[in-house]
């Protein structure tokens, strides 16, 4: 099974505010390569560590798990997928972002998406939409 992560399960990989939702991010990330992202994830999560959490990460260590994590597969976002996206999130009514998102996880090839910010259980464009702090 090849799983793609939304921002959000990296995002709380790093935040201590939910000690249950940081350890199971921690867990899913130390599970394995088998997962993918997209430039757009990667660039999200530096923006959200550095700017956004209560307690956010200092510019460096932030660049320094960006490089980490880009040792993942990384989907990059061209202009099909833009495309695709625009479509997908009219015909699922979804926020453009969120479509993006989904169809990265389609053009990878993957079977599962794991995020919060979909509902758990849909398959949208072939790819299974799980919770994984269900």
């Avoid at 088998?34 to 959490?53: C, D, N, P």
Wanted: aromatic share 8%; net charge negative.
């Amino acid at each position: 099974m090849t799983a793609f992560l939304d921002t959000n399960v990296l995002v709380y990989a790093f935040d201590a505010r939910d000690p249950g939702k940081q350890a199971r991010a921690v867990e899913l990330l130390e599970s394995g390569p088998r997962f993918v992202v997209s430039a757009q994830v990667l660039g999200e999560f530096y923006v959200t560590v550095t700017r956004k959490l209560a307690e956010p990460l200092e510019e460096a260590v932030a660049a320094d798990a960006v490089e980490r994590l880009a040792a993942l597969r990384v989907i990059p976002i061209d202009g099909r997928v833009s495309i695709a996206a625009i479509e997908t999130a009219r015909l699922h009514q979804l926020s453009y972002w969120d479509a993006l998102i989904l169809e990265a996880a389609a053009f990878a090839g993957c079977d599962v998406l794991l995020t919060e910010d979909l509902a758990h259980g849909s398959v949208l464009r072939g790819v299974r939409v799980e919770n994984p702090f269900r």
